[in-house]
């Protein structure tokens, strides 16, 4: 029977990908060599040329990134995976696949900020030219399509603000002109959402997030149809950046619990977001299980849960928000997200602080913003743990 007769996603994240050896080992193996050996100069000519299947050297392939990418392939619902490095260099891989000099880029303006670096202040110097607009805003991004738009490319929830993109409305206009669908699902994971079912080409992962979920190791992925992939393939064994082995162990072994945290960081998630609307000191909150989130419906549509990402703002702006952040004893303090230990940042001087100011504005981020990526502590220490930030504005 092959594995892939399993249907239900929980078998698959603990038994997708698995090919034992010849010492018959219960776990997934790691496979620390860098190169392969082969039984004959023959088959090394052979393997080179891609004519016998089989490993060559780990920039190539390497088993135990082989079973990661199969594992999130099957999650996902994808035809093939390639694993990166990060998840920029997945972001990278896919725009050195897929643009040339001269096309153009359709990308959410809430975006990552390394993503807007990358697309406004790398690829523009290779003649690759991005808009900026807002993907809630199907008719902004029906409007700035061009002929030469190759790639559409969006988060959804994005980060911070958790707006949340129609994906099935935007792979329909990206493919009327022309143009693939990318969607950075690294919020979501395939446990909330599955864009490639709602027509999007691409999907892109930071595994540094959910899948590994432990706050371990910097990993990335593409998925999509096997002959898009194998290109991304052809740029990465040229290129280089692929997913070391060890690394590939580690978030294998986290997508076997995948569900179980997301699920459970969700749980706790909704519900800070519904007791932080009730704090005087807060003045709003996205999140998109909350009913007063503006994209509520279509979350509700789109995914099976809000996630564990909260943001919110607070009275008093930047200063207001560091008191919040320095007083937390708990949770906390770095940009990385997805773990099962809460993290707490300031989008504003971190993850985006690289964006102009007017950029940053214009996109939403407030000084006074807060975010929260909710693990698996007690929800009443999250919020002891924040109460003390809040109750000092009143003093
Ligand atoms: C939504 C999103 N995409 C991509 C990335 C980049 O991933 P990495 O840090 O693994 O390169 C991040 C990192 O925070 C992210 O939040």
């Not at 082989?66 to 999130?72: F, G, I, N, S, V």
């Not at 990308?107 to 030219?129: H, K, N, V």
């Not at 029906?142 to 559409?152: G, I, N």
């Not at 998925?223 to 052809?234: Q, R």
Request: charged share 20%.
């Amino acid at each position: 029977m092959s594995i892939f007769e399993f249907e239900h996603l929980d078998s698959l994240a603990v038994r997708a990908g698995i090919e034992r050896s010849q010492f018959g080992e219960h776990c997934e193996a790691l496979y620390l060599s860098s190169s392969f050996v082969f039984k004959s100069a023959e088959q090394a000519a052979l393997r080179f040329a891609g004519e016998d299947l089989g490993n060559v050297y780990a920039r190539f392939s390497n088993p135990t990134v082989t079973a990661m990418q199969t594992r999130l392939a099957a999650l996902e619902g994808a035809e093939a995976c390639v694993a990166t490095a990060s998840g920029m260099a997945a972001i990278l891989a896919l725009a050195m696949t897929v643009l040339k000099t001269g096309d153009h880029i359709v990308a959410a303006q809430g975006l990552f900020g390394a993503t807007q670096q990358l697309f406004a202040g790398i690829l523009s110097r290779f003649g690759i030219e991005t808009n900026f607009v807002s993907s809630t805003n199907a008719a902004a991004v029906q409007a700035s399509m061009r002929p030469e738009t190759k790639l559409v490319f969006v988060e959804t929830p994005s980060n911070p603000l958790m707006e949340i993109t129609d994906i099935a409305a935007l792979a329909d206009i990206a493919h009327r002109g022309g143009a693939i669908l990318a969607v950075d699902n690294s919020f979501c994971t395939p446990i909330l959402q599955r864009p490639l079912e709602l027509g999007a080409d691409v999907v892109i992962h930071s595994a540094t997030k959910f899948l590994d979920g432990q706050g371990r190791v910097l990993g990335g992925a593409l998925l999509g149809a096997k002959p898009l992939m194998d290109e991304v393939y052809k740029y990465l064994r040229t290129a280089g950046p692929t997913l070391s082995p060890f690394n590939a162990w580690v978030i294998l072994k986290g997508m076997e619990t995948l569900r179980l945290r997301v699920e459970a960081q969700s749980a706790s998630a909704l519900a800070l977001a519904q007791w932080l609307e009730q704090q005087p000191n807060v003045q709003k909150v996205f999140y998109p299980g909350l009913p007063s989130h503006p994209q509520h419906d279509l979350a509700v549509r789109q995914q099976k849960l809000g996630g564990a990402i909260v943001s919110f703002v607070v009275r008093g702006g930047r200063e207001a928000a560091w008191r919040l952040i320095n007083q937390t004893r708990m949770i906390f303090i770095t940009a990385n997200l997805g773990d099962t230990k809460s993290t707490i940042t300031h989008p504003a001087s971190t993850t985006h602080g690289r964006i102009s100011p007017q950029a940053r504005l214009a996109a939403g981020i407030e000084e006074g913003l807060v975010r929260i990526s909710v693990g698996l502590e007690g929800l009443e220490d999250l919020k002891a743990d924040l109460l003390g930030g809040l109750e000092d504005r009143h003093a």
